[in-house]
C-alpha cells in the first residue's frame, strides 16, 4: 500500500510539474521591457526597479534563469512570462530588472547545470535540478498557488529574496 502511495505521490508531482518546465523555454520578450541587469540594483524614486537576490545555488555549474510573470493567468504558463535572464551560476546571484509599470508579479527560478535551457526531472517526475519561487512559495507537492507567490512591485527599489531548493 505504501508503495502504491508513493508511486501516486510521483506521477501527481510529475503532472503537476509538467507546466513548469514548458514554462521556462525561451520565448520573446515584450516589447518595451528592458533588459535586466547582473547586479544589484542603483537607487530610485523615479523608475521601476525589481532587485532579485537567490541564494542557496549549490555549485557554479551552468546558469540560473530567472523568469518574472505578470498577474495571475501568466504564473508559470506556458510561453507567457514577463521577462527572463539567464546568469551563470554562483552561491549568490543579485539581478536588476528595470520594469516599465508598477504591478503584481510571480517569480519561479531553476538551476540549469547542464546548460540546455530545460529544467530537467527524474524518471517519475520529480525535480532534477534546483528551483525556487518568489515569497519563497512552498511547493511539497506540485507547483506554488499564485496567491503564495505574488509580490506587489511599485515605483521605486523593491526586492525579492529566494532561495534555491534541490
Not at 3 to 8: A, E, F, P, S
Amino acid at each position: 500500500m505504501m508503495r502504491k502511495m508513493t508511486l501516486l505521490s510521483a506521477v501527481l508531482v510529475a503532472a503537476l510539474c509538467a507546466g513548469f518546465g514548458e514554462s521556462v523555454l525561451a520565448d520573446p520578450m515584450p516589447p518595451g521591457v528592458a533588459d535586466p541587469v547582473r547586479g544589484k540594483c542603483s537607487v530610485s524614486e523615479d523608475k521601476v526597479l525589481l532587485d532579485v537576490t537567490v541564494s542557496g545555488v549549490h555549485s557554479s555549474k551552468g546558469e540560473v534563469a530567472i523568469t518574472i510573470y505578470k498577474g495571475r493567468k501568466a504564473f508559470l504558463a506556458p510561453h507567457r512570462k514577463f521577462e527572463r535572464i539567464r546568469t551563470p551560476a554562483a552561491p549568490t546571484l543579485d539581478v536588476c530588472f528595470e520594469l516599465p509599470d508598477p504591478g503584481e508579479f510571480g517569480i519561479a527560478i531553476y538551476h540549469d547545470e547542464d546548460g540546455n535551457q530545460k529544467f530537467n526531472r527524474t524518471f517519475v517526475g520529480l525535480p532534477n535540478e534546483g528551483y525556487g519561487f518568489s515569497r519563497d512559495a512552498p511547493s511539497s507537492i506540485g507547483l506554488p498557488s499564485y496567491d503564495d507567490a505574488k509580490f506587489t512591485v511599485k515605483k521605486g527599489n523593491n526586492h525579492q529574496h529566494i532561495t534555491m531548493r534541490y
